[in-house]
């Protein structure tokens, strides 16, 4: 594993962008792009997409995608529904020398740029505190029995900073071998795994626990984002938050629950954040 090109800019955001059937994360990374660029002080912003995404992408997209990078070794998740298998890929082609590695369903709603400053105490700082709707940092473990089981960290891959160096080079080269030899993880490392294919929140922890949980988290830092997953808010494990609550977009300013909404806040029903897409001006 190695770096495949030259860095342009000291900090920037990155997401990886493919589409599949259901989905369309192109679509979710063009608002989440745009709400960075009208709420962040730091708006630079990369997208990694394979072949077929990259073939859509439009004018619109390149006013607000300011680099557009090629998977490369080529498209382990191709044949996957849900493609996480690229992710360890960000570290090789990253613009920034420091990136935020971002779920493409996170809207940012205010500027957050005070935390870089916090993170930068570590190479690696995987977000370990999820809020529900109402701000409070949830203790929800209806999605989490393979974390308790196995006595890993409570990773969030969804928000991760990173910058070039040796815990960040040791970490993605770890998470690379975890994603290309999951069936010894499954079968032979983990109690009770579940989990025919790896998922990446599972992937970080088991990543952080190999080469040190210190290295790779800031403990009760509250540096996260706020989860709409239904058990995390107070609903039923497979509700659908957008069923339940009243939710409005005016202009920046987001609200759930007659809550404004102030963390970074991961839509996770991605029929909604589409809608979401359309209504942002």
């Not at 997409?49 to 990259?54: L, N």
């Not at 740029?113 to 409070?136: P, Q």
């Not at 102030?262 to 029929?271: N, S």
């Amino acid at each position: 594993m190695q770096r495949l090109s030259e860095f342009k800019e000291q900090c920037g955001h990155i997401t990886v962008v493919q589409n599949n059937a259901t989905t369309d994360y192109l679509e979710l990374a063009y608002l989440q792009a745009r709400s960075i660029k009208r709420t962040q002080t730091n708006k630079s912003y990369a997208v990694m997409v394979d072949e077929a995404t990259k073939a859509l992408i439009e004018d619109r997209h390149l006013a607000v995608f300011d680099y557009v990078l090629d998977i490369p070794y080529g498209d382990a998740a191709r044949e996957d529904d849900w493609k996480l298998a690229n992710d360890w890929k960000v570290w090789c082609v990253t613009p920034f020398k420091e990136t935020i590695k971002l779920d493409s369903d996170i809207l940012f709603t205010r500027d957050i740029s005070h935390w870089w400053d916090l993170m930068r105490t570590k190479e690696v700082c995987i977000a370990t505190n999820i809020r529900d709707y109402k701000g409070n940092i949830s203790d929800a473990r209806a999605y989490r029995r393979l974390f308790d089981e196995n006595n890993l960290i409570d990773a969030y891959n969804g928000f991760t900073y990173f910058r070039y160096s040796r815990t960040s080079t040791e970490f993605y080269q770890t998470v690379k071998n975890i994603f290309e030899n999951w069936p010894v993880f499954r079968d032979d490392v983990l109690k009770n795994c579940r989990h025919d294919k790896p998922a990446t929140d599972e992937v970080y922890a088991i990543a952080a626990k190999l080469i040190g949980e210190e290295r790779c988290y800031i403990p009760n830092s509250g540096i996260g984002f706020t989860h709409m997953k239904g058990a995390v808010n107070g609903m039923a494990v497979n509700d659908t938050w957008t069923d339940k609550l009243y939710h409005q977009l005016d202009g920046d300013k987001l609200t759930a629950g007659f809550y404004r909404q102030l963390y970074p806040f991961h839509i996770f029903d991605k029929a909604c954040a589409e809608a979401l897409s359309k209504q942002y001006d």
